[in-house]
């Protein structure tokens, strides 16, 4: 059996740099992301890997696709293009799972608080 407790720890260093950052804004001005009721700081710590994720993953897509657009889809320019592009394919899925993981660690959960 995995600990859903440790799952937040082995994040990516630019993960951990957002999670970071958003973790210390929540910490000072006690914002949350919309629509969650109850989240833990794991869960806070993975949401903030997701959104790095999504992130890095959107600046590499596009990235390709201007890389593609100035080569006019030929030569080292175009090659370049697709492999940032692909990569940043992997990295939105890396994203997308980062997402799971976020709703099977601790007790985070969306939608409407609990009635007494």
Not at 27 to 45: C, D, L, S, Y
Not at 57 to 74: H, N, P, T
Request: hydrophobic share 50%; glycine share 14%.
């Amino acid at each position: 059996m995995v600990d859903r407790g440790s799952l937040a720890k082995h994040l990516l260093p630019h993960e951990q740099l957002m999670a970071k950052w958003l973790l210390a804004r929540q910490r000072n001005h006690g914002w949350k992301p919309r629509g969650f009721v109850r989240i833990t700081p794991e869960a806070m710590r993975v949401f903030a890997a997701m959104e790095a994720d999504m992130l890095l993953g959107c600046v590499l897509v596009l990235g390709g696709v201007a890389l593609l657009a100035a080569s006019r889809v030929e030569g080292l320019g175009a090659t370049l293009g697709y492999v940032l592009g692909i990569a940043g394919v992997i990295v939105l899925g890396l994203g997308g799972a980062r997402f799971v993981q976020m709703f099977s660690t601790g007790e985070s959960s969306a939608g409407p608080p609990d009635q007494p």
